[in-house]
């Protein structure tokens, strides 16, 4: 063996350790995609028009608030999303040099409009993409630790691309779907309110009870009506006062408990500036109920026994689960808009399992048929494309491995065709050999020109595969991605085996032999 | 050992008639497409609701049909997936149109209403995961460990994982006796279990669900990738060889395309992101073929100027003919293996290949050599116009 082949056998055997080592231990260098290692795949929307509605509605109160106190009676009117403002009902005596001093102080950058009984507030021109874009940031945030108080391996959550108010969110490994489901997109807007009126079991009783018409700083809230034995058995109507004692923002801690009868509720306790609002409230009002309100809906409405200081509990008709997930959720804070789902796939774990299974036996199969039709048709010389293509195998695994790359399902389907079309270039060489045998060269000239003519044929070959593949993964989302990307290695690796490595195989099998007679292919 | 010899095929003189079949198919198949069912196009494109689901005996379709047509959702599709003896079924639905949400959630609810009213509050072993069946033992605390609930939830949770273990490998469990079969369980959680926990009639296999916005998407990427990819192809051959070529590869293309189109469409095989990808590759696969036999026209030309194209073409073919045999041969095999052990999430993905490795075989031969020769044609008359205009 020449200085020359021994350069070449020491970069295979570099470039195949690399991959082995790159490569162990298998079961935690390949990463599985989604579709492989069950789990959920998500595309939410955060409703952003919720947030510019809230920062609307917020701005309003406080104007109206901030009016009153300075002596300028006004009452809340309606917001428009849509043409980004609000209005609030000026009666016909106001000072309304007044007026646009305070809306200067407290809603300032908005246009004031006065109109005959009713100005209207538009939102400054920027304001309408920072808070929309900021209601994306905060949800990603909120979503980002909830999941990470669930618990879940390797997540994805981000937005997809800049601007946009989509967010992606992937879960490996996740087993209850439904239930990680609920944990990210609701909302979790807990408030404590004062109830007014109710309950009753229908709106029509509650309306008629109150003299039919709801006043403007209360609101209807329904409920679950809870039977003896903590059954749900219907829906009753609160009428509650609008303004929050406290809300989930205050919160300092939350987490699940047991009350003394075993039923799973969980326990809170507020930040040191609501625990004096809370203690004040609760002080003042005892025999009274107070409701506890998740997401627009009653969970519990307990009479008030005593002074609650900064700590309480939430009781509810809860299962352990549902008083888990809460106090995760008020830890993790409430989103400040709600998400629709646009795009969901949840791959169950044994699905899964099954396709790693049965793709695996695809490919052996495949393999093995590949690797004895050319073991029969090209003899030692298909032994030598074999040992490439064992070769090509490992260094497709290795690189992927190495990368990082992510082995789905289609990705499977990638790594057989690879198997399949990796061949094709030796098949390439060989027949281009077994023409130059024909017409009379020696054994070595024969090998030289057909490694050199079928080169450039095996590189315009290949480059259109990779062409294709390119746009795949330009264009895939998770699985298809993947397949590209193993595609593309797969190209890469059966030229370097197939050209070189076949080539140093036959240096090999002829070094040292004075006149090759005959080539077994 | 050979298969083929040397041979010496006149394929281009045969070009007339399989040029002329393979237009009768395409437009048959085009004709299919447009005024039959078309093609069976998957919720990644047109939006919907898919879910599989296991059940531990064969549930009555008929039954099934009944309660989600309940649910007031477009056209529900109820099907057997996989192996029969596997008790899978698959459930299609159209969401309604324009509303983006959650549709998964309300099937499974109606299915658990339905096959699961049995069971009550029971913990249900075929639906709940590893998580909350920690958090119940942790609760209920079989073993008696005491301390905080961190230290029960640490203790039990290897238990948890191993009953979730055993479904992800049985898919679901028939029945409570399969705790036996655990190990890992200590003997009072395995009694608590049996106990306390149910096992349901179905357990979730996967569930996919597309709203209008992103079907929409994908739909418009599917498209921009094969018409970019095709032209990506047109300009490397028209670098590497001439126009009259990368013509001549691109209706090889285009005609493989749509033949393994109307094959998918006469099967109603679902048309998915998968399936794309399949034709992406089949894309790139035909023009490999192709490529090969052009390099071999193009080093021909180089050796024997002056002769006459057609008959060089043929050599080519003939020459690289056994290269072509075994390579789609070797590729075929594999495809077919995958075709029969990959399952049922795969099958539409080998079939397309399988189909298109067989037609762009044959176009490569006698599609895309003709029409470049054709091509060739036209330009050396319009050049040899240009050149008698400019005499005169």
Redesign the interface.
Known sequence: VDKKTLWRIALIVVVVGLSLWSLYPPKEKIHYGL?LS?GIHL?L?VQTDDAIKAELDDSAQRLVSRARDEGVELTQGVSNIKELSFTVNVPAATDTVKLREIADNWVPGYTAQPGAGVWTFELPPNMDRTVRDMAVRSSLETIWNRVDQ??VAEPVIQRQGMDSDRILVQLPG??????V?DLI?STAFLEFQEVVGGPLPDRQSLLTAIGGSVPSDSEIVPGDREGIDGAVIGTDFYLLKKAAIISGQELRSAR?S?DQYGQ?VVNFATQPHAADKFGQYTGSHIGTRMAIVLDHRVISAPVIESRIPGEGRITGNFT??EA?DLALKLRAGALPATI????????????G???VV??V???V???L??ML??L????MSGLNANVALILNIVILLGAMAYFGATLT??G??GV??T???A??AN??IF?RIR?ELQVGKTVRAAIDTGFA?AF??IL?????????????F????G??KG??VT?SIGILASVFTAVFVSRTLYMIALAGRERVESLSI | MRIIGDTNFPFLSYRRIAITISILVIVAGLAYEFLGHGLNLGIDFVGGTQITVKFREQPDLADLRAAIAGLDLGSPLIQRFDEPEKHEIMIRVENPSGVEGDFTTPILELLHAKFNSAIGNRFDLNTKGSLALVDMLAAADPDGVGGDMEGRSAYYEPMAEAVLDFRKQQGIFTSLDQLDAITGLSDPVRAYLQKTAAVGDFALLGADSVGPAVGKDLQRKAQLAIIFSILGMLVYIWIRFQLPYGIGAVVALFHDVLITLTALAVTQREFNLPTVAALLTLVGYSVNDTVVVFDRVRENLRLQRGEDLEKVMDASINQTLSRTIITSGTTLLVVISLFIFGGDVINTFAFVLLVGIIVGTYSSVFIASPVALAMNGLLVKRRERRRAAGKR
């Open positions: 579709d069950g595309v929307q669930f618990g996740v087993d209850d779907p439904a239930r489901k997109s699940r047991q799973p352990i689960e888990e629709t789902y646009l795009e969901e796939r949840t791959v169950g774990p044994s699905l399992r099954d396709s049965r793709g036996r695809a490919a199969a495949g393999l048929v590949v039709f050319m029969v048709y090209y003899k399902l289609p499977i389907a057989i065709l198997i399949g079309m061949v094709d098949v390439l027949e023409e003519r450039g044929t315009d070959a290949n480059l259109t595969t990779l062409i294709a593949a390119l746009f795949l330009n264009f895939g989302t699985p298809v397949f590209a595609l």
